[in-house]
C-alpha cells in the first residue's frame, strides 16, 4: 500500500508540475497581450502562475487538518525559490546573472516585511483571521506598487518589450495566417481553464498521498512539506528561471522569484486563514521559518551589486543541500 501510495504521490506532483507550466505559459501570453514589462510579468502574471501549486495544495492541506503541510510547503517553497530558483539557475547557465532592476531598493523591503508580518502573527501558534485580512490588504499595496513600475520602466526596457510582442505576433501570422491572432487567444483561454482544472485535481492526491506516507513512515509532515512538496511546487518557478536565464532575461527571474515569494507569504496564509485559523507547528517555528529568514539574507546579500555570480550560485545551492539534510536529520 505505501508503495501505491508514493507512485500516486510521484505521478501527481509531476502532473500537477506539468499542469502549473502550461498555466504560467497561458498568463505570461496575459501579460505580453496587456503589454507588461518584463519584471511586471514576472511578479504579477507568471508569479501567480507558478504560485499555483503552493496555494492548491495548502487549501486541500487545511482541508484535511494539516496545517503543517501549508506553513511546511509555502516556506519551503520560499526557500526552494531563492536557493535554487537564483542560485542552482545561474549554475546550470554558467554565466553571471545581472540586473537591471534594483531589487534591494524597490522590492526587498516587501519581502522583509512579510517575512516580518509572519513571525508577529505565528509566533503563538496560531494564525487568525484578522491577521489573514492583514495579509491580503498587504499583498494588494504590493500589486499596485508593482503596477507603477510600468510608469518608471526604463525606455530600453519597453522598446525590448515591444520587439519581443512584435516577434511573436509576426511568427503567429506566419503559422497561421490571418486568422492567427484569434485562434491564439481561443487556444491560450482553453489552456488556462484546463491546466487549472488539472492543478487542483493533481493537488488533492499530493495531499493525500503525503499524509499516507508521512504516518506510515513515522515522519512529520511538515518537513515532507517543507522538502518533496516545495520541490515539487517550486518546479514552475525553477523551469520559468531556467527559461529565462537562457533567454538573458534576468530580471524576469528575479521578478518571478521575489513575486512568488511575497504571494505565497501573504496570499497563501492570507486567503486560508480568512476561512479557518491555522495551526503552527514547532518544527515551523523552530527550523523552517528561521531558514526562511536565513534565505532571504543570503539573497539579499548577494543582489546588493544587482549580480549574482557562478560561485554565489553554487554557495546558494549547497545552501539549499544542507537545509534538505538538516529537516530529515541527516547530521
Same mark, same amino acid.
Given at each position: $500500500?505505501?508503495? /501505491?501510495? +508514493? ?6 506532483? +509531476?502532473?500537477?508540475?506539468?499542469? &502549473? ?6 498568463? @505570461? ?6 503589454? *507588461? ?34 506553513? %511546511?510547503?509555502?516556506? %519551503? ?30 522590492? $526587498?523591503?516587501?519581502?522583509?516585511? &512579510?517575512?516580518? /508580518? ?73 489552456? *488556462?481553464?484546463?491546466?487549472? &482544472? ?38 514552475? @518557478? ?6 529565462? &536565464? ?11 522569484? $521575489? ?9 497563501? *496564509? ?18 523552517? /521559518?528561521? =531558514? ?11 543582489? $546588493? ?9 553554487? =554557495? ?16
Amino acid at each position: $500500500m505505501l508503495i /501505491l501510495w +508514493i507512485i500516486i504521490f510521484v505521478v501527481s506532483l +509531476i502532473a500537477m508540475s506539468k499542469a &502549473a507550466d502550461y498555466f504560467t505559459d497561458a498568463s @505570461e501570453k496575459i501579460g505580453n497581450i496587456l503589454r *507588461f514589462p518584463h519584471f511586471v510579468t514576472g511578479v504579477l502574471i507568471v508569479a501567480v502562475g507558478t504560485s499555483l501549486p503552493e496555494l492548491i495544495t495548502s487549501i486541500f492541506g487545511v482541508a484535511k487538518d494539516e496545517a503543517d503541510i501549508l506553513s %511546511g510547503n509555502v516556506l %519551503g517553497s520560499t526557500i526552494a525559490n531563492i536557493f535554487l530558483g537564483l542560485g542552482l539557475v545561474v549554475v546550470i547557465s554558467r554565466r553571471t546573472a545581472k540586473f537591471n532592476w534594483d531589487s534591494v531598493s524597490n522590492d $526587498m523591503p516587501f519581502i522583509i516585511g &512579510a517575512l516580518i /508580518l509572519l513571525v508577529l502573527t505565528i509566533l503563538d501558534g496560531v494564525f487568525s483571521f484578522y491577521e489573514a485580512i492583514i495579509f491580503v490588504l498587504g499583498y494588494i499595496i504590493y500589486v499596485i506598487y508593482s503596477l507603477q513600475i510600468r510608469k518608471l520602466n526604463p525606455k530600453e526596457i519597453r522598446e525590448d518589450l515591444d520587439k519581443e510582442i512584435k516577434a511573436h505576433e509576426k511568427r503567429g501570422k506566419k503559422k497561421n495566417g490571418a486568422e492567427s491572432q484569434a485562434r491564439d487567444v481561443l487556444k491560450t483561454a482553453f489552456i *488556462f481553464v484546463i491546466s487549472l &482544472a488539472v492543478v487542483i485535481l493533481a493537488a488533492k492526491y499530493v495531499v493525500d498521498s503525503v499524509i499516507f506516507i508521512a504516518t506510515a513512515i513515522g515522519l512529520g509532515t511538515s518537513a515532507l512539506a517543507a522538502s518533496v512538496i516545495a520541490i515539487g511546487t517550486s518546479l514552475p @518557478e525553477i523551469s520559468v528561471a531556467i527559461s529565462s &536565464a537562457k533567454k538573458g532575461h534576468f530580471d524576469m527571474v528575479l521578478g518571478n522569484i $521575489m513575486g512568488s515569494n511575497i504571494f505565497n507569504i501573504l496570499v497563501v *496564509f492570507g486567503l486560508v486563514g480568512l476561512f479557518t485559523p491555522i495551526s503552527i507547528g514547532s518544527q515551523v517555528l523552530y527550523f523552517i /521559518l528561521p =531558514m526562511t529568514g536565513a534565505a532571504i539574507l543570503v539573497q539579499w546579500l548577494v543582489t $546588493m551589486d544587482r549580480k549574482i555570480t557562478v560561485t554565489e550560485g553554487l =554557495m546558494m545551492t549547497l545552501l539549499y543541500i544542507t537545509f534538505v539534510a538538516k529537516l530529515f536529520r541527516l547530521f
